[in-house]
């Protein structure tokens, strides 16, 4: 079992960046694939970025693509999104996940992951 804890979030303006962290407990946080959801009021939970345990492959939604980074550091069981050139409309509360699984496949459903964290606020003015 793994308990995840999300930091980082805040409030800031569009076209600044924040790295948001998400730490692990439990020492099997390599064998997790790991991935980063966004919910905004109102609207469904979805799919940001997702990164595989080795952390070679990573995956991303069209909308946030080529503006933020996933990545991991297996040692310090911490799984990073490194977000550039906000926008509003990626003000969200973000969530990390885990998924116990060793493959190459990315996965983007909710549904797929088994542990989440409490979540934390971004919020992007214009």
């Known amino acids: 079992q793994v308990q995840l804890v999300e930091s980082g979030g805040g409030l800031v303006q569009a076209g600044a960046s924040l790295r948001l962290s998400c730490a692990a407990s439990?020492?099997?946080?390599?064998?997790?694939?790991m991935a980063w959801f966004r919910q905004a009021p109102g609207k469904e939970r979805e799919f940001v970025a997702s990164?595989?345990?080795?952390?070679?492959?990573?995956e991303y939604a069209d909308s946030v693509k080529d503006r933020f980074t996933a990545s991991r550091d297996n040692p310090k069981n911490t799984v990073y999104l490194q977000m550039n050139s906000l926008k509003p409309e990626d003000t969200a509360v973000y969530f990390c996940?885990?998924?116990?699984?060793?493959?190459?496949?990315?996965?983007?459903?909710?549904?797929?992951?088994?542990?989440w964290g409490q979540g934390t606020q971004v919020t992007v003015s214009s």
């Open positions: 996940a885990a998924k116990q699984y060793r493959g190459t496949v990315h996965f983007r459903g909710v549904i797929e992951y088994d542990y």
């Open positions: 439990g020492r099997t946080f390599s064998t997790y694939a």
């Open positions: 990164i595989t345990w080795t952390g070679n492959s990573r």
